[in-house]
Nanobody, 126 residues
């Protein structure tokens, strides 16, 4: 059973940067596309970014385009989310999830992701 663990969250000032990591165990991540989701207080969880299993294709929500970069190192069984120019509205719990297929769908439907991490808190505040 694939298990995912996120890390790298924390408190950062507006305009700052964080890099989240999603480490897999119990299996190899290189078969799966991997997505990052986030859930802000009082809001529904939303898809942020997704990367194909080989890393050759990525997608981003409009709200993070140009600021966030998703990447992966299959040798380390890890996916990353580099977040720059952070805004208070980026405050949320961030989750990584493994898609049931090697590629990202056009829309990040949660039901297509079979394995989820426990989440890591990101707080952007001065």
């Amino acid at each position: 059973q694939l298990q995912l663990v996120e890390s790298g969250g924390g408190l950062v000032q507006p305009g700052g940067s964080l890099r989240l990591s999603c480490a897999a165990s119990g299996g190899t991540l290189d078969y799966y596309a991997v997505g990052w989701f986030r859930q802000a207080p009082g809001k529904e969880r939303e898809g942020v970014s997704c990367i194909k299993n080989s890393g050759g294709s990525t997608m981003y929500a409009d709200s993070v385009k140009g600021r966030f970069t998703i990447s992966r190192d299959n040798a380390k069984n890890t996916v990353y989310l580099q977040m720059n120019s952070l805004k208070p509205e980026d405050t949320a719990v961030y989750y990584c999830a493994a898609h049931r297929y090697p590629y990202c769908s056009a829309y990040m439907w949660e039901y297509q992701y079979d394995y989820w991490g426990q989440g890591t808190q990101v707080t952007v505040s001065s």
